[in-house]
T-cell receptor, first 117, second 113 residues
């Protein structure tokens, strides 16, 4: 079982809805990530948090809003999404950012499957 | 410069056979090369990883071969089993990069019983 827990596993929303994806890890990791994955494609980085501060935003549209309430939790707030935003959203964590032998090893959750109607 | 090229896109192997997936890179700043295994409906899971100062790493039936001069690395799955059927992603990391991993395009492996 993964040590990164994501909820919900499945989400269907309309283009005018507001919803949130949640991610939790209890490994003491200080870096957390959101990735987006389309079918048969590799994960694409969206956001990186390090020590609860946003470190990287990969030019993600503002209809995706990340939040890191504490070192164990990561949220992704969704608003006014488009059908093309339908994808598997993956949360990941690592001990820290890249630098040491083990700090960069990424642990992924099972993902939240999002469908935008 | 950040790209990692992976082949083949799909691979069908008989049970007991050897599965081989190849990756190539250009950026010599990469210092860590993991392979991830992803089953349908699941997130990617780290399978095995290697650093460029080692030419081969073996864990059970899974082996990474690394050729630093050719800037290539490959995953070998010995005695492939139907349970190995999954998508495999190679990846590479630049030391000190907060972006962490650059992924290959993925290989969908099917092991026939």
């Amino acid at each position: 079982d993964t040590e990164v827990t994501q909820t919900p596993k499945h989400l269907v929303m309309g283009m005018t809805n507001k919803k949130s994806l949640k991610c939790e890890q209890h490994m003491g990791h200080r870096a957390m990530y959101w990735y987006k994955q389309k079918a048969k494609k590799p994960p694409e980085l969206m956001f990186v948090y390090s020590y609860e501060k946003l470190s990287i935003n990969e030019s993600v549209p503002s209809r995706f809003s990340p939040e890191c309430p504490n070192s164990s939790l990561l949220n992704l707030h969704l608003h006014a999404l488009q059908p093309e935003d339908s994808a598997l959203y993956l949360c990941a964590s690592s001990q820290g950012l890249a630098g040491g032998p083990r700090t960069g090893e990424l642990f992924f959750g099972e993902g939240s499957r999002l469908t935008v109607l | 410069q950040q790209q990692v090229k992976q082949s083949p896109q799909s691979l069908i192997v008989q049970k007991g056979g050897i599965s081989i997936i190849n990756c190539a890179y250009e950026n010599t700043a990469f210092d860590y090369f993991p392979w991830y295994q992803q089953f349908p409906g699941k997130g990617p899971a780290l399978l095995i990883a290697i650093r460029p100062d080692v030419s081969e790493k073996k864990e059970g039936r899974f082996t990474i071969s690394f050729n630093k001069s050719a800037k290539q690395f490959s995953l070998h799955i010995m005695d492939s089993q139907p349970g190995d059927s999954a998508t495999y992603f190679c990846a590479a990391r630049v030391a000190g990069s907060a972006r962490q991993l650059t992924f290959g395009s993925g290989t969908q492996l099917t092991v026939l019983p």
